[in-house]
């Protein structure tokens, strides 16, 4: 029921849940049949599930810089595509997508697939299309961190009945789910493992769903607060024209150490914190990933960190009143 109710809402023919977001970009990527000898390029803003993911299929992350938007920088893409790439893999940060028309466009021309990695961006449009639905096969997440949660959990959502079945079959131990058959006489062509998600994750993410568009709509009237106060002194997080997000925290930039540290320490003292950045910046930085990933590409991520190094990631909390948001940004404000 609840991936019916995920194709129906984001409007595409199949949706797949599995145990969590990781497993969704794992399992999207076998699908794809990327594995050991093939290259995927990924963004160095991001989540480090997103490469254990590409590591754990055997291939070979590649590595992007990210440009003002936060996400991958698609002038960077062409010259990191060699013969061995298979797949480019967008990451949607922070509720903001990837300029999904540069990414088509390469894609076509390269003759590549595309997985969106849309874990953070859940509910997020591209042109009036819901991200996950843009690509060949798109994953979603929602953890605990997420705007919508089953405790753990994640889909895959696809157009493509050939990505939906290898997937199925994949996650379950490889069942065919043949309905000749008991699911004990089952039949199988492949091996896979276990990524199902429970029934009771499922119905939890019923409830969820339902919830998203109010979600937004609340999450926007705090933004929007917000950024009236502060948006004409500080550099913001740009968002692409076509983008309509998902308003779960708001990011902009400050040079100055000092005036950077007062903003923040302002932002724990009342608890609201920060999300991400600078916060848990090694766990979505690729340049602090030289466990995972060979130093001279990590090196070559230098200039993201420089950009994520002067950015404030304010959360949007619904709990908390748009006073209190009204509040923070007259305080931002009064520092300039
Ligand atoms: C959360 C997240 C994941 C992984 O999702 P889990 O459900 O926690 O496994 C992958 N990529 C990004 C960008 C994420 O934020």
Redesign the pocket.
Known sequence: EFEKMCSKKFKCKHSLSVS???AA?KIALKSLNVGPGDEVITQAF??I??IEAILDVGAKPIIANVDDTLNINVNEIQKLISTKTKVILP?H?LGVSVDMDGINKIAKKNNLKILE?N??SVGTKFSGKYLGTIGHAGAL???Y??IITTG?G?MILTNDISIDKYAREYHDHGHENNKQFPRGEDTRTIYGFNYRMTELQGAIGKVQLSKLNSIIWNNKKRYLALSKEIKKLYKIRKIPTQCEPIYDCFIFFEEDKKLRKKIIDKLFKTSIGTKNLPDAIKWHCSYYWDHALPKDDVKKTKKTYDLLSKAISIPIWLKRPIEEYIEIGKFIKSLK
Do not use: H
Request: include cysteine; proline fraction near 0%; charge should be negative.
């Open positions: 969590s977001g990781t970009i991001n989540f599930a997103t990451v940060m990695d874990c953070e997440s929602f953890d961190g997420k753990e994640g």
